[in-house]
């Protein structure tokens, strides 16, 4: 287990180490970095892989100030530069997708390669922000039940998947008062379209074709926004695809890592 002190948070990561091309992931709200587990275990052999948990996620606990992706790109840096790290290929999974975006902006001589996993440049829909915010206030309200549970689940990590149940477990032992400050920047981010066009570097997006959350249209405008970008889509794959659909997403990947070549930290 280890812990890096940077940013003023106390961040919880996993760094497999050695002298691989480096893979930074950025997992996705209400997740933490376990979820690039299939991912982990497919690459680590040829790659240094490190994940980490964000602000208010798995074991880097909320400091209870209110923050944005922003600051969340800059835990990342700040994560990255404490182990060493001064070139690696960024992947991002939903939110964490919207952090890469911005550390990319903010330090482009580290960025190898790019990977956005549902993932998007636009604001939150506020159709979806507004359901969200209901199922919110009722976890706030009543906490996890198991039909709230489901419906969380159905959303972000796809309908009907035989793992739900240990994230659903997660989910029911996370401090409460900390939710609202965790959801805020979903809400809250900026539209990052025009933005793309600084991000040069070879990117790929894979999207899932039953992702409830990320609609097609974002993600092949993600894709034909960045200069580099090209789309993946899995058929059958919902929000969290790289956990449901991990031999589709590992293939990708290692036909995307083996073409870019990322270099050596």
Not at 188 to 195: G, I, Q
Not at 245 to 263: D, I, K
């Amino acid at each position: 287990m280890a812990f890096a002190d940077v940013n003023g948070q106390r961040i919880h990561f996993e760094d497999t180490g050695g002298n691989g091309p480096v893979l930074a992931f950025s997992h996705g709200l209400l997740m933490d970095g376990s979820m690039w587990d299939p991912q982990m275990e497919a690459l680590r052999d040829r790659h240094r892989c490190i994940t980490w948990d964000e602000r208010g996620h798995g074991q880097t606990e909320s400091d209870g100030t209110g923050f944005t992706y922003w600051d969340s790109a800059a835990d990342l840096l700040a994560l990255l530069g404490h182990l060493g790290v001064t070139r690696a290929t960024l992947i991002g999974m939903s939110q964490g997708g919207y952090l890469t975006q911005r550390a990319a902006v903010r330090a482009p001589e580290l960025v190898e390669a790019l990977v956005f996993v549902a993932s998007s440049a636009r604001p939150e829909d506020p159709e979806k922000a507004e359901l969200y915010g209901t199922l919110l206030d009722t976890w706030e309200r009543d906490g996890l039940g198991q039909d709230l549970a489901q419906m969380i689940a159905a959303i972000v990590l796809g309908a009907n998947w035989d793992g739900s149940a240990a994230w659903i477990a997660k989910w029911q032992r996370m401090d409460t008062s900390s939710l609202r400050g965790t959801l805020e920047p979903l809400f809250k981010r900026e539209d990052f379209t025009s933005r793309l066009g600084e991000l040069d570097r070879p990117a790929l997006v894979i999207w899932g074709d039953r992702d409830v959350a990320v609609s097609a249209e974002h993600a092949r405008e993600l894709a034909d926004g960045l200069p580099q970008g090209s789309l993946e889509v899995v058929p059958g794959g919902g929000h969290g695809v790289n956990l449901t659909h991990p031999q589709e997403v590992n293939r990708a990947l290692e036909s995307f890592l083996s073409r870019t070549g990322p270099a050596k930290s």
